[in-house]
């Protein structure tokens, strides 16, 4: 008897928990002032007029980045192996475009994720903080949507930049419920927590789902979500914002048809985890919904630009790059020229410490777009990195590797893993005693240095001139730039094709 007793007693305090657990729920059954509530109606409610010219024109850039980066992104191996996947398992459904192929269209949900696997292929795509990729699991989603409307009820250009930015909106809002957002990640990647969040909202706004439809749209989305750090530098990370557009077009789509989930997805309900399962330190606020005659919601990108990147590289990358490009124009001076390693002693890098983006010696391009070595010996090397630095050949040549082989990392208390505050210093010993530093705060394309519209605009001639004639990547400019004035988004749309 007393071991039954002794048995029993762990079981009976699991199902006290469970029935707490239970309840808890079951006492909420989603009344109007929930935090999930407040953000179906944010979505649902929000209108065009709520959209600054402040926020239209940053959101307007980023659509144009975004499209640049998939464009070149379409030209990559493992783009293409997502591309013939689909093709292949799938049965054809011609409906929406895909970018670089001119012949090619796949239903609206695999067109949304291999456009996502183009636009991250690279690692090109715009950075926010707290640290994720926004625009890569949004754009891929609205576009293949719209596709999918009628020819006659395509959204207005003002629609489909209200859908974009309601999708960015989302996921900064959900990020700032977390201080371990904030800093560079270490368990899940971030596109894949909000990235399907953003995308869904997106959608479910450009379909014009009541209130209801949109909190069940972000709850089906929440369980669609999640992919871990380990996958980060492999071919693999790409898919994370392809699955990010597709899962989140998705559990739009299954809303629109009156799937339900949870009502208390975005809410901190003790016992039963919700969004809160993916940080540790969630603390939820619910979301003002701006009314028809409210002009006073503030949209986070409003208040923070987005960083944009000059070469495809993991985002800390570019502190690096810079400090050490400086030194490289110290060693070299103005006119173009290489660095020998012949003059190099020691080259010490104080970064914050991140364990993915450490790597001595990158054996793949994806290795290499995350590694704080090779990003710094490319830019002490040549002056510079950019796209080409990551080719095989690049990678291969004996006086980088050389320059590899000297390295050490430092990570100063004073330099946190957090885009908002780290710095990249670069410090190089010559064979001769002579110690030359670099140092970066602020790179060039962060949100608190943007890129120039000039700048910005040569880097997407460069990308999407590699897959389009000029004339045509002249037109995509136009029509971005005119989109919030377009009654019809089909003009941007038919320049995809």
Request: aromatic share 6%.
């Amino acid at each position: 008897m007393f071991k039954l007793q002794k048995t029993l007693k762990p079981v009976l305090a699991v199902r006290r928990i469970h029935n707490s657990a239970v309840e808890a729920v079951l006492r909420h059954p989603a009344p109007d002032d929930t935090v999930t509530a407040s953000f179906g109606k944010f979505i649902s409610g929000v209108k065009p007029q709520h959209l600054s010219s402040v926020v239209l024109h940053r959101s307007k850039r980023m659509v144009l980045d975004s499209i640049g980066v998939g464009l070149i992104g379409s030209t990559t191996e493992v783009f293409e192996m997502a591309l013939q996947y689909c093709q292949l398992v799938y049965g054809p459904d011609p409906i929406s475009s895909v970018y670089g192929h001119r012949d090619t269209r796949l239903s609206p949900t695999l067109a949304a994720f291999v456009n996502g696997v183009a636009t991250h292929s690279m690692d090109f795509d715009d950075t926010w903080h707290p640290a994720t990729h926004p625009s890569g699991a949004v754009l891929p989603a609205v576009l293949a949507l719209s596709d999918m409307m009628p020819a006659n009820s395509k959204p207005s250009g003002l629609d489909f930049l209200l859908a974009f930015n309601v999708g960015i909106e989302i996921q900064g809002r959900l990020m700032r419920f977390s201080n371990e957002a904030h800093n560079i990640p270490k368990r899940f990647h971030p596109p894949t927590v909000v990235g399907p969040m953003g995308s869904a909202a997106a959608c479910a706004r450009l379909l014009s789902l009541d209130p209801s439809q949109c909190s069940h749209a972000l709850a089906i989305a929440a369980s669609l979500a999640g992919a871990p750090m380990a996958n980060a530098a492999t071919q693999c990370k790409p898919l994370h914002i392809g699955n990010a557009s597709r899962l989140g077009l998705e559990a739009a789509l299954l809303a629109s048809r009156g799937l339900e989930a949870s009502p208390l997805v975005l809410d901190a309900v003790a016992g039963v985890a919700g969004f809160n399962a993916f940080y540790e330190d969630y603390v939820p606020q619910p979301l003002k919904s701006p009314s028809d005659n409210d002009n006073g919601h503030v949209f986070l990108l409003e208040e923070q630009d987005m960083g944009f990147k000059r070469f495809p590289a993991h985002l800390g990358m570019h502190w690096v790059a810079d400090a050490a490009a400086s030194v490289h124009k110290v060693l070299v001076g103005v006119d173009p020229g290489k660095v020998s390693p012949d003059q190099v002693q020691d080259i010490l890098l104080r970064v914050p410490l991140s364990k993915y983006i450490n790597r001595p010696f990158p054996e793949s391009e994806h290795e290499a777009r995350h590694s704080f070595q090779f990003n710094a010996c490319s830019a002490l090397l040549d002056g510079e990195v950019a796209v080409q630095s990551f080719s095989p050949a690049a990678m291969s040549r004996p006086e980088l590797h050389a320059l590899l082989s000297r390295v050490r990392l430092e990570h100063p208390q004073d330099n946190p893993a957090n885009f908002n505050r780290m710095y990249g210093e670069v410090q190089v010993t010559l064979v001769g005693g002579d110690i030359l530093k670099g140092r970066c705060d602020t790179f060039y394309g962060h949100w608190r240095n943007p890129l120039t519209n000039e700048s910005l605009r040569k880097k997407f001639r460069n990308n999407a001139g590699v897959v389009l004639p000029s004339e045509k990547v002249e037109r995509l400019i136009e029509a971005v730039e005119e989109l919030d004035r377009l009654d019809d988004c089909g003009a941007l749309l038919s320049q995809l094709e």
